[in-house]
């Protein structure tokens, strides 16, 4: 399907592009429409809250951690620690004693974030496979114990009172106004995929996809792997550090148990079931992962049964994810990527 769509005329795929686009900025009305409605409704809960609360958020990091294990080829099973530390840095910069707009702290989130990928990163790197993959569930855990532990971070009872984004004209950002967040989310998503795509065709996304083949091959050819890891490390904490960001601001409140392990295996589950490396497939797995569990809600407990068969028989009869990466050579220079 996406070699046939890169096959059409340019001017065919902007065309096609921008009624998605347009499509996707009015998902909030999709249940009024029929049978589309049926088939999106989540019964028990507001489809427009499932979309901007989870749906958004799971794309974002979806987005985010597919840097990391789709592009650089690295296992990491604590995404959620940098999701939570945007988060909180939201929380504690915009209530309390710091009382910050909404506009300062977004910014601060995400740098923050990206400290705690390059933290984390600089001293763990050199390890491989499972060994990094335990040591990044370690730092998941650790910062959701820290803000359990730590006052200035609530504790148990979390941080509440969180700024909200500035109202304008029609757009007013409050618990009972969903759609403005879902506009400034997928406004946000569209930015973010436009910059990792271009990471994607650069030398930087070359050297990744090079590492994800053969580290050790990649070092032959004088790749400097441990820089371009680090490089993934960061840029992916930021996405998920932007996505904490914009769900603290939209609930108002954080606490602890928003941040638990299961989390992150949700997000590690979204990028497989996608396609791992590929940013249209992790945006698919996102939205799966996000609505199966809400669109069977009336099951009750029995939903997670039938997403649990839905994972185990996309990975059956498509182990490659629902919308796999592109396969094409990455034709790296080696002297290209050796400085």
Known sequence: MGNKFRSLPKSARWSIGAIIIAACYFTPYWPDVPVLGWIVNTPGTSFENVLTDQIMMFILVALGLNVVVGFAGLLDLGYV??????????????????????IAAMPLSILMAMIAGVVLGTPTLRLR???????????????????????????????NKIARPPS???????????????YLGFTVILIVIFVLTRLENSRVGRAWAAVREDEDAAELMGVNTFKFKLWAFAIGAAIGGLAGALY???????????????????????????????????IMGGILVAWIPERFRGFDTRRYFVFGVVLVLVMVFRPQGIIPRRTAAAGISAKEEAE
């Open 129 to 159: 496979g499972d060994y990094l993959a335990i040591v990044t569930l370690g730092f998941g855990e650790i910062i959701r114990i820290t803000a359990n532990n730590s006052d200035w971070l609530g504790g148990p009872r979390g941080i």
């Open 248 to 282: 603290a601001s939209k609930v108002g409140f954080v606490n602890p148990d928003n941040f638990q392990l299961q989390l992150s295996i949700l997000f590690l589950a979204a990028v497989v079931l996608g396609g791992t490396g590929s940013m249209y497939g992790v």
């Open 81 to 102: 620690g940098f999701y939570a530390v945007g988060a909180y840095t939201t929380a504690v910069m915009t209530s309390g004693q710091f009382s910050w707009p909404w």
């Open 168 to 182: 304008f004209g029609p757009f007013e950002f409050s618990v009972l106004n969903a759609k403005p967040y879902w």
